[in-house]
């Protein structure tokens, strides 16, 4: 449907539309209609009010249209009268729907005034309110238990503002907190001071109002307490629609241009503002506790350490309770709660700061800690139950520990809470409730170890563990354990039951890759339970298992059946086979089936060959079943093989009844006969189709069985009776030829009847078997057996009896008229008497003997072509014409009338002549003067219809003979049709004529309709036959009718005689063909005889066409005073369309009569600037007040330079967005570029300026006064289409001014690219900066980093600090790298340096090795270690500052070169750094060669120092060794003393350890202790398991490789032999 108006479902996929008054509402995602309604009123207003509703407003009531059922709107109050004028804006109802709110506005003394209805739905009464914006609020009051309706409303009066805040709350409970009324004051602007409110949203996130005003300006108020918390202005264009933001807690809004703005409360600022704006600390706090908003931090805090000093613990537990995001509920508070001493006999802080929380809400996981703690020691756990229930405890795992050895439900409640998997699932185990841990498991996708889950269940519960090693293979999914698995598990246990159980379930899917399995279940039970064995396999629920060994395992148990079931080999097969007698014989039988052929037949041959008699019945019931896979010659040579022909026989006589195979039959029969069965025999001869009769007939004639009836049956079925009659014959068996004739088959005695007279058998005989027989005999094949012999007579006696008693076959009665004519019986009067016999037969019979009497036979039967056939062949014509009009047959006429007829000619002479006058019958004359028109005849048919109509006949005056007569002539004989119309009177005049007509015969036409007084028709054919306008003319002054001149009219209009026809019609007082003969007097310009015919048909007809040519005629022939005096007069014309006409036609001041007559003042004007009348043509414009007219009279005025009255015209045209683009063309075209700014810039200041006009005026700027353009766009750039500008200000290049749009466009990126590329024009420094972090493509980074290196180099480091945050800082080195300007951006590299990346640090060590300031550079590789440490290693160590090498040294020992720091520093004679390298290394033999060098080099100080430096890694052998062989032991004997110290000082402890032991050991029983976990023996153990005898020691470990050991027997002889030590010896100074 077209619709008007449409609203979207706020939620869901609905759309709502209407069209006038009928509604619809559509569901868009079912595409289907929901439901529809015809207002009866016009809606004026419709909104969604509720998931379910729309508000309907009409003019004079509300409605409610529900979406449930087929409810249709209902009224839910009338408008009041103060809201009667107003346009209705906006309808609000409460969250109950207790409250509606109707609010409009209306124009009143110059302002607009709000009018609102304040309805009840309970109370069903209304007030009218002065308002112009409303809404409700709900709002749970301190203390109260149910929320509060508020109903909100701002008013803007002539002296006051005020935003009122009034509660309406319904029902409310008693002792419940009242909301007191606000009222409080809207400030406007100066600016502003006719601006009043548009709309109202309330947020329920923060309870804050959003007023909406009309000139753009928001203000928020708080809900509770009506402050005003900020006031701005958001658009400059008027919001007209806004709706409340959940998502934000804001409000969202379209204002005129399309823009969709949203206002939203910034909830990190909105307390902080508060705080230091507003200075409103209460409305802080209170906002922040009722909407959780962070900001009031530190007045919380403050507040509440106030509260304690003051030691009002309750006020400081609220307080603590209702802080915003909980700031105040730490583990602190609760530990100042816990220090404040209970007084006796109330109750404990601690606990009133729980209750506090808890009638607050949900406590966090620290108070959820501490009050289970407290709960339990008071052992009331009741209480956690209760607040687990209503949600009150964030659950922790620390909670569940808690719980659970108090109550272990309650702990996996807590746990389950908690998240915490493992310990759920060990409480599932622990109370049985094994099927809720998959599902658990799978909801918190932990992934739980269910083997040793199930290990563990089954140790307790065998049935427990197998219903959980179901769930687990049957988890959604897929199975969470390996088969396998379980099955070992339950094996491990001898579970078999289980095992049987699980697995059936399991692999009852019998897929391939469980082959395996169904392998190890059935072996397990072919085993141990066989019985279940053979159930399964019985159940055939697998497939895939190792059929081999099932099977010998099944032979094994005694299992012969399944055994048989799952060998495949023919010689298993066989051995097992003949075991019949404890194999179940169906089985058996079934068996067979599932085998090859080859193998059947050799395993029948098996059970032939091993006990015939035994087996021979399943043989044959296997046979039978399997016939048509074993094939039946197989199965009968096999049984014939063992000379078992009654085999043979119950084989054949299970399948010869289905079988179609001629073997299978005979075999059967040869069977049947040779076992004595002739029942059979003669059964299947009788019934089978299917065997081979002569190959049956000679066994049964050589057989010669007792009873000949198999004989009579193959040969009566296969049509050998001649050869049975002679064999029967010829061993004189007649009494079976009489039994054949009489009981078997009576219908094949025509046949040995004829066998008998070719043997010559005695005529008595026949007779009597034929009379025997009687009328089961066939009468037809009889007769033609004798007949064929000459012997019909032999059958007249039997025939008569036939006939005497009522026999009617035309067969018997045919042989009787045969006999009857051949003896010449009277044969005529049985011809015409007898009814019965074949016409055809016995007619062909007589032809030759008696033609004649064939014409009898012929005309009884109607063989009417065999009639014809030998009348003509015998001449016989008048007795053929007599029978053709009596027969009256269409067809039998078509065929004698045919032209290839010879006897045509004769046939026609004797109907003419003898048999049609004969004739008293209409039908017959019809249907032979139908025959003869059907042959087309026409001449003889005239010569009939002469004899018959005009000569004196019965049907001389038939109308139809005459019509019949008159249309042949028409078409045989044209020169007879005027002398038939002449002398006939009888016939049908009007479709004679037409005929006549039709055939070209016009005069005839003209007479006939001239002579029956049709004189319309006949003037027709003097018009359009004879084409004769004169002789019509003639016709119709002698006739003077009006139809007749009427008819004449249309004539002569055709002719184009206009004039003519128009005095034609006059004469006839015709105007029916008005239009016609407006259409040609116009073609023809003959408007003053137009006149006179239109003023003579206004008379009878009250058409707009002829009042409206009638006009335009007068307007023709210049008349323009009868004009106006018709038009002043009541008519029909249309009036507009005519001045139209004469508008288009150049006949302006008759068109402007008629535009102002009815006041079409877009036209009129339109004929006054034709007429160059362009004042008047303004003020007619003014009148039409059409775009369309003020564009046709400003183009008019711009052509005659009229532009005053242009610009006036202008003006009008240029508030419309869509016709300014044509206006400024014209006037470009035209080149009057001055004039058109000047328009444009005279629009600036109307009331309905649009975005078009500020937006083109700026194009002109750019094209034709540039210098004006940067001053318009920086006044009115939020009122032009930016994009626009953008274009031209980019082709006029206009760079500084095109730079501007960028950034008002928020295209950055773009603003950028301008300003780099056109420098001179559109660059500046600070407006550069600020753009270019705005910037979304970061390419444009590195190209402003290019720029200003080559433009503004000293300025770049301000840039990059702008940008730092989103550059990429290692492609900025690698960039200014290149240009080799590192230097220039040294303050950048250090700012940027805290990335520790790799190219910044690289790059900054750069600069301060070039600068030789190591002590930077030193601070750099300690703090940032992401660079190329070896290669900035590689370049200090050439460098010819020591410190800079010393810097290196540095860098290689932190990169654990030991070696090579080392060396560096003995270089540059650094030993402090070299024997702190060395020790840090920790490497002795670096320690050692260090040591080594200070000995080489006499340096002995060094050798002193770096003993003590190195003394954990060098060895005291090395140390006095050289020292002894240097002569340098007073610098070695400190070293030496300490570590003969240490030495003697360990052997101390380990001799008392081991004698510590050795006590124990006593004392103890020789049990021996185990050291504590984390405490380390002098000296520890290492692993080194070995059996200790006398020869296996343990070795001594040191940095120089493995020394013997002796000395350790002895700590350990307490211990027995072959005992396993754990020793770890470690370094031995440590």
Known sequence: MSAEAAIMHPTQKILALRAQNYLQIFNIELKSRMKSHQMSEGVVFWKWISEKSIALVTGTAVYHWSLDDEAQPVKVFDRHESLAACQIINYRADAAGKWLVLIGIAQEEGRVSGRMQLYSVDKKVSQPIEGH??????????????????????????????????????????????????????????????????????????????????????????????????????????????????????????????????VSVDRDLIIPYICNTLQNFELAITMSVRSNLPGADDLFQKQFNSLFQKMQYKEAAQLAASSPQGILRTQAT?????????????????????????????????????????????????????????????????????????????????????????????????????????????????????????????????????????????????????????VDIFLQRSMIQEITSFLLDVLKGNKPEEGDLQTRLLEINLLSAPQVADAVLGSEMFSHYNRGRVAQLCEKAGLYQRALEHFTELHDIKRVIVNTHVVNPEFLVNYFGTMSVEFALECLKELLAMNMRQNLQIVVQVATKYSEQLEPENLIELFENFKSYEGVFFYLGAIVNFSESPNVHFKYIEAAAKIGQYKEVERVTRESNFYEPERVKDFLKEARLPDQRPLINVCDRFEFVAELTRY???????????LYCQKVNPMKTPTVVGALLDLDASEEFIKNLVMSVRNMCPVEQLVEECERRNRLKILLGWLEARANEGNQEPATHNALAKIYIDTNNNPEQFLQGNQFYDSRVVGKYCEKRDPYLAFIAYKRGQCDYELVDVTNRNGLFKQQARYLVERQEADLWAHVLDEENTFRRQLIDQVVSTALPESKSPEEVSTTVKAFMTADLPNELIELLEKIVLQTSEFSGNRNLQNLLILTAIKADKSRVMDYINRLDQYDAPDIANIAVSSELFEEAFVIFKKFKLNVDAIRVLIEHICSIERAFEFAQRVDEADVWSRLGKAQLDENMVKEAIESYIKADDPSLYEEVIQAAEREDVFSDLVKFLEMARKKVKEPVIDTELIYSFAKTNRLSDLEEFIASPNVAHIQNVGDKCFDEGLYEAAKILFNNISNYARLAAALVKLLQFQQAVDAAKKANSTRTWKEVNIACVDAEEFRLAQVCALHIIIHADELEELISAYEVRGYFSELISVMEGGLGLERAHMGIFTELGVLYAKYRSEKLMEHLKVFWSRVNIPRLIRVADQCQLWAELCFLYVHYDEFDNACITMITHPVEAWDHAQFKDVIVKCANLEIFYKAVAFYLEYQPLLLNVLLAVLTPRLDHTRVVTQIRRTNDLPLVKPYLQAVQQNNLPSVNEALNELLVEEEDYEALRISIDTYDNYDQIGL??????????????????????????????????????????????????????????????????????????????????????????????????????????????????????????????????????????????????????????????????????????????????????????????????????
């Not at 029967?728 to 009489?738: A, C, D, G, H």
């Open 334 to 486: 609760i530990e100042r709660f816990k220090q404040i001493p209970v007084v006796p006999g109330q109750p404990s802080p601690l606990l009133q700061y729980f209750g506090q929380l808890l009638e607050k809400g949900k406590l966090n996981k620290v108070e959820s800690l501490e009050l289970t703690r407290l709960v339990l020691q008071q052992n009331r756990r009741e209480l956690l139950e209760k607040w687990l229930k209503e949600d009150k405890l964030e659950c922790s795992e620390e909670i569940g520990d808690l719980v659970r050895p108090h109550d272990n439900t309650l702990a996996l409640s807590v746990y389950y809470r908690a998240q915490v998997p493992q310990k759920v699932i060990q409480c599932f185990l622990e109370t049985g409730a094994y099927d809720k841990i998959i599902v658990y498991a799978k909801k918190v996708g932990y992934a739980a170890d269910y083997a040793l889950l199930l290990q563990n269940i089954a140790r307790v519960n065998p049935q427990g563990a197998h219903e959980f090693a179901q769930m687990l293979v049957q988890a959604e999914g897929g199975p969470l354990i390996d088969l396998n698995v379980v």
């Open 728 to 738: 029967l014959f010829t061993n004189n068996m007649m009494k079976y030829v009489e």
């Open 1433 to 1630: 290693a590689q370049t200090l160590e050439k460098h010819e500052l020591m410190e800079l090498r010393r810097i290196a040294a540095y860098i290689y020992k932190k990169n654990k070169r030991w070696s090579q720091s080392v060396a560096l520093s003995k270089l540059d004679k650094l030993y402090k750094d070299a024997m702190e390298t060395a020790a840090e290394s920790q490497e002795g033999d670096l320690c050692e060669e260090l040591l080594r060098f200070f000995v080489e080099t006499e340096n002995n100080e060094c050798f002193a120092a770096c003993l003590f430096t190195c003394y954990e890694y060098i060895r005291p052998d090395v140390v006095l060794e050289v020292s002894w062989r240097h002569r340098i032991m007073d610098f070695a004997m400190p070293f030496m003393v300490q570590t003969i110290r240490e030495l003697s000082t360990k052997v101390d402890r380990l001799m008392k350890e081991s004698d510590e032991e050795k006590e124990k050991k006593r004392g103890g029983g020789g049990e021996t202790s185990e050291t504590p976990a984390g405490q380390v023996m002098e000296p520890t153990m290492v692993d080194a398991t070995a059996y200790y005898s006398g020869s296996v020691m343990p070795q001594y470990m040191t940095g120089a490789g493995a020394v013997p050991y002796s000395g350790v027997d002895q700590y350990y002889t307490g211990y027995p032999a072959q005992q396993t030590f754990q020793i770890n010896w470690t370094d031995r100074r440590r």
């Open 133 to 262: 914006a409303a809404s409700f609020a709900e709002m749970t009051l301190d203390g109260a238990t149910v929320p509060s309706t508020l109903f909100c409303f701002a008013s803007k009066k002539p002296d006051s503002a005020r935003l009122h805040i009034i509660e309406v709350t319904a029902d409310k409970p008693a002792g419940e907190p009242a909301f007191p009324k606000r009222a409080v004051d809207i400030f406007f602007p100066a600016e502003a001071a006719a601006d009043f409110p548009v709309a109202m949203q309330v947020s329920k996130t923060y309870n804050v109002i959003y007023l909406i005003t009309k000139f753009g300006y928001v203000h928020l108020y708080d809900v509770n307490t009506g402050t005003c918390i900020y006031t701005n202005r958001i658009s400059a264009d008027t919001i007209f629609v806004t709706a409340p933001h959940e998502s934000t807690g804001g409000v969202i809004g379209v204002n005129r241009k399309g823009q969709v703005l949203s």
